[in-house]
């Protein structure tokens, strides 16, 4: 499972987990986003959350978890969470759905404030797969057009500086009391989160493997 603040990295990284493991990513903010995009009744009631930066409640997000991790390819194989848990009853809730089984690990990605604004500035993604870019450092081949799918590549709606305040702001009160929940239970692995994107993805595989080996021996 991955964690950290809006823009540290995790969508990116959390793709490349789960193709360098070969499974399943579940992000529920992807999730969420495909809902409202669907216009479907679930989705309008998300919106208003999304769009304020605001966090869905609990037992809305715990019973859509619970529904995807019961799947045959997650319940099999694994897979890498992202955005998800972001609370204590949500982490609560998801020991309970795994039992008898753990997680392997919680990889805490560290990025200073300063530098995850000026990732979310220019932060851009895929409306359609929901894809990451950055302006900067990682653009599309053809501008506005998505190297994957051939979506359109846009700017995240609550990727405005209002609804970033407003995310920052719930991940220090909702969200940072979860490194020591996860510390407590022995599963949390600290990685630097800036520096190429290739060096930081080595990183997180070297920790998920070593929390492997060590639940294996
Ligand atoms: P993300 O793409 O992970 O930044 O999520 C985008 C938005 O989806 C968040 O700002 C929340 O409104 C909602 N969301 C995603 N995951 C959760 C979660 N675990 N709990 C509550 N709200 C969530």
Redesign the pocket.
Known sequence: MVLGK?GAG??TQAVRLSRHYVVPHI????T??AAVRSGSKSGLK?KH??DA??????EV?NGMVRERLSHQDADHRGFVL??????VG?ADALMAMLEPHRLDVVLNLEVDTSEVLERLASRRVCADCGANYSVHDNPSRVLGICDVCGGEVVQ?D?DTES?IRR?LE?YERETAPLIEWFADRGLLANVVGSGPPDEVTDRLVAEVDRYKRLAGS
């Open positions: 809006q995790k969508g992000a529920t903010g992807d969420f986003r998300a959350y999304l930066g605001d966090l869905v409640p609990d997000v992202d955005g998800f848990p972001r609370t949500q995240r609550d609804a995310r719930l």
